[in-house]
């Protein structure tokens, strides 16, 4: 594993910033060389399934051809010692090849020098990405950027990196909500949400965001939005288990008017009824490890 | 399984055949359903993989433009905490997305789909592809019907079914030389391998059409074209270990000028050098099975 925390940025107004490790340079510039094998890696699968796809076309072409001109006089066709020998041989000889193409497994190869490059050379774990989303934040609350200019790779109106995704946005605020700072979730989730909605190619779930934002809302106290948010969630997947329970505990909170923000009272916790023993154990499961609840 | 042999051909010049079993016609039919539902799941085969594979495209593209960006300069790349983050973000969870695509066996449905078509649906065995087969070749003897023409499709000049691939004639061979029918693998292996020659997607290997001619020709006692043909392989295979067996013993038995056609006389296959006993080992598998020597 290598460490990645706040990274020495070479901006002038950053000269100050505070970092915890100042070492991950150097790593970091050894997992290029990591992404580079991987890369390859993926080109070269991607070419030989290409390859037996290929293959497999013009069998289904062949097939197709043949098949079309029995089926416009059946008898006739069959009738033919010729046409009776290749539809008899299409189903045997030829078929075994189509099927033993079809259960090829082209990608034992590819996934075992992938996994050879993931044991021998450097590698991140879900720690080193944790570190490098909380680097984000860090600096993020340092100079108080704006969540958006952040995520279009702006600094003060300059453009220093790339745009991020949604997918990227949403797992800032996925690295935060596992840190236990809603407030930042709160933000990222937004973003990830507002640039979801301009991708063509969509990088991440609606339903994933939706359910992180409906929960760090209910944890930043607003339960009113929380249902809201959960009902939107249901209207797109009506049948969401986690959700349903959400709803109703949220609701019975309300109509209660006794709902106080979680955390600031440990006895929240001793909950009895089913709606809320739902929500519980997911706000349980997800302290524990970084299961969604 | 079901029995195929010589059908009623509806052609007038044929209404004189004597055909063993009559009843293959609506078996052929049946068969054309089988092969209905065979063609369908290969292509819901084919688009389930090609989605697979544009999709994978598509990370294989993202990682190409952030990775070639980096390594246009490296420090200041992975200095910025964005990129750090992105990085670090393509090789966890994004790159996880990636390996779990590429383990993902897009087959097995569309195989489960292809077992239960042909447990329960009428579908043919070697046997009958054998029985087809062998109709061909009676009604070549019958109306001693040129080969070439006949790989055309045509009778008396006029075409009554589709072309034969290098393939289909290959197959005709190969079932001739399983019935021991070494004048016949002949004609059908030379079609095979003339048919070849003008295919621009080869649907055959030069190199199997190669082995069956010289071991026919062999059978049929021409020694020395037996002895050139196997030349040819090993020019095209240098490394066919059965053909440079047979290249000694060709050679041996020229030299000693002692070669008698195999099946004239018993005792011929009482062998006792080695070169010989590669070329009785295959004799004697070749006929115990399909194998080919």
């Known amino acids: 594993m290598f460490r990645c925390h706040l990274l020495i940025v070479p901006l002038l107004f950053l000269s100050q910033v505070r970092c915890e490790v100042f070492t991950a340079l150097a790593d970091l510039q050894e997992l290029l060389n990591t992404e580079a094998v991987l890369i390859h890696s993926l080109e070269n699968y991607i070419r030989a399934e290409e390859l037996k796809i290929d293959l497999l076309k013009r069998y289904a072409d062949i097939y197709n051809k043949q098949h079309n001109k029995a089926t416009e006089d059946v008898e006739s066709y069959v009738a033919n010692p010729l046409n009776a020998y290749t539809l008899v041989k299409r189903m045997t000889t030829d078929w075994q ?47 108080r950027l704006d969540t958006a200019s952040l995520a279009r790779g702006e600094l003060n109106g300059v453009k220093y990196s790339s745009e991020l995704t949604a997918a990227d946005c949403f797992e800032l605020g996925r690295q935060s909500y596992n840190n236990g700072d809603f407030y930042h979730t709160l933000l990222w989730m937004r973003e990830a949400d507002e640039r979801l909605s301009r991708e063509q190619n969509k990088t991440v779930d609606k339903g994933e965001i939706l359910e992180y934002l409906a929960f760090s809302t209910y944890k930043e106290g607003n339960i009113n939005l ?68």
Do not use: C
């Open 97 to 143: 090849e189509v099927e033993s193409l079809i259960t090829t497994d082209v990608s034992k190869d590819y996934m075992a020098n992938i996994s050879y490059a993931k044991e021998n050379m450097k590698f991140p774990t879900d720690e080193d990405l944790n570190g490098a989303a909380a680097a984000v934040i860090r600096l993020q609350d340092t100079y």
């Open 226 to 293: 929380a249902l809201d948010l959960t009902n939107k969630l249901l209207e797109m997947v009506p049948t969401h288990e986690r959700a349903k329970g959400n709803k109703v505990y949220y609701e019975e909170e309300i109509q209660k008017g006794s709902y106080k923000k979680k955390g600031d009272d440990e006895t929240d916790d001793i909950i009895t009824n089913e709606g809320v023993t739902i929500v519980r154990k997911y706000i349980v499961l997800s302290l524990q490890w970084e299961t969604v609840w």
